[in-house]
């Protein structure tokens, strides 16, 4: 299996991080990296990252997209397509062959089709999260394009990985993919990344007075996350717990708005945005925390509930998605009803106010991380999938092109010979 060489494609990976998506590739890879897997990554560029670097058996490329201007994303995506085909169609010439191609989300499919199709090798997919689903329904013709992107990736997929049961039920009601076409892989994290930090100039009184507990949220500021969810509990919680400050990380376009209702609630001297925060400051809030809230109103699966309990965190989140999947309520989290202000505020005290039911739920939600999500197992049940690929592609060859339309034609005119 060390001989197996992987063609992957995402448009983001450290240090572009736009959500989640970077942070799984990269740990995927680097549990692909210890199972002997060699992996060719083509990614966007990042302002100071190399344009080539290597990770063990991992060979990162990060391709600049084409420097000409975009009059939308979905044109830039196009664009940065183009260089993806072109840097990958060199890497043929320079490393040889690969056995497959495994492409991440609609962002990279038009390169990951040429390639399936020019160098007749099996694609397999991961989807992350549908269209469909960040925006509860297609609403204008961009989303209508995007969700069409993300059925013809999958249809051209020999596998599907998907990482919940939540996100398999998805696809197979948007996208009417067969069961048997679908693997669920739940992502992994890696406790060591989220311990407090060690000789650190933070300070836990940059963010909140000593005699404040801290509600804390980490993540991308969009309305699907349901930080304005949070939000709307907060004058209740207030109502009974005065000394409570609320720390939001992250950014996102949705920002202004978080704010503006942060203000009009009344709450604003409450809440801290803090923008963007990198892994030191991340971690140091995670151990600074009384409680990570995630009020998710759509989740493919919820990663970020992994990297809280691995940092020991209690977590409450909403009941939607692969979120569901991961929590029991009550013996290792709590979860609540998604867009219930009400509910969520209740769970926020409840957690607050007994600091023993509190402690006894991120040490189970610890050992159940440590338990079932390995990104080892991960990377072993990936391998399993690229195996199974293989294995078909060299006992179904592969069509000559332009030997088929003649084979169609030729077929035509013996049926039309016949019933005529």
Not at 81 to 107: I, M, P, Q, T
């Amino acid at each position: 299996m060390a001989s197996m060489r992987v063609l992957m494609l995402s448009w983001e990976y450290p240090p572009k991080t736009v959500g989640g998506l970077a942070q799984h590739v990269y740990d995927l890879n680097s549990a692909l990296n210890r199972e002997g897997i060699e992996v060719h990554l083509l990614t966007c560029s990042a302002p100071g990252a190399p344009d080539y670097e290597v990770q063990g058996n991992i060979h990162i490329y990060r391709v600049q997209p084409f420097q000409v201007s975009a009059p939308d994303f979905t044109t830039w995506v196009l664009q940065f397509n183009c260089a993806l085909l072109e840097r990958a169609l060199s890497l043929f010439e320079a490393v040889g062959n690969f056995r497959l191609v495994h492409a991440h989300d609609w962002l990279v499919a038009f390169a990951a089709r040429a390639l399936k199709h020019a160098r007749r090798l099996p694609l397999v997919v991961t989807i992350h999260a549908t269209e469909f689903g960040r925006h509860n329904g297609l609403h204008n013709p961009t989303q209508n394009y995007i969700s069409n992107v993300e059925w013809w990736l999958t249809y051209e997929a020999w596998k599907v990985i998907v990482c919940s049961w939540y996100m398999e039920a998805e696809l197979k009601h948007i996208f009417q993919l067969p069961s048997d076409k679908i693997v669920i892989i739940p992502n992994g994290v890696v406790p060591e990344n989220f311990a407090p930090p060690q000789n650190t100039r933070l300070r836990r009184d940059f963010y909140a007075a000593p005699t404040e507990k801290i509600v804390f949220y980490v993540g991308r500021l969009v309305r699907e996350k349901g930080v304005q969810v949070l939000l709307e509990a907060v004058p209740r919680i207030l109502s009974r717990m005065p000394s409570v400050k609320f720390i939001i990380g992250g950014k996102g376009p949705y920002e202004g708005e978080l704010r503006a209702l942060a203000s009009n609630l009344g709450i604003a001297s409450r809440v801290y945005f803090t923008g963007y925060v990198d892994d030191e400051v991340r971690n140091a809030l995670y151990h600074w925390a009384d409680v990570a809230v995630f009020p998710s109103l759509y989740e493919p699966f919820g990663i970020v509930v992994l990297e809280a309990m691995a940092a020991r965190t209690p977590v409450i989140a909403s009941d939607t998605g692969g979120i569901s999947e991961i929590i029991e309520h009550g013996v290792d989290g709590l979860k609540v009803p998604p867009g219930d202000s009400g509910a969520l505020a209740g769970s926020i005290l409840a957690v607050l106010s007994d600091p023993a039911r509190a402690k006894l739920l991120q040490e189970r939600a610890y050992r159940k991380i440590r338990q079932q999500y390995d990104w080892q197992k991960v990377a072993r049940d990936t391998i399993a999938v690229y195996r199974e690929v293989w294995k078909a592609r060299q006992e179904a060859p592969w069509p000559a092109r332009e030997d088929r339309p003649g084979r169609i034609l030729g077929r035509v005119y013996q049926l039309f010979d016949r019933y005529s």
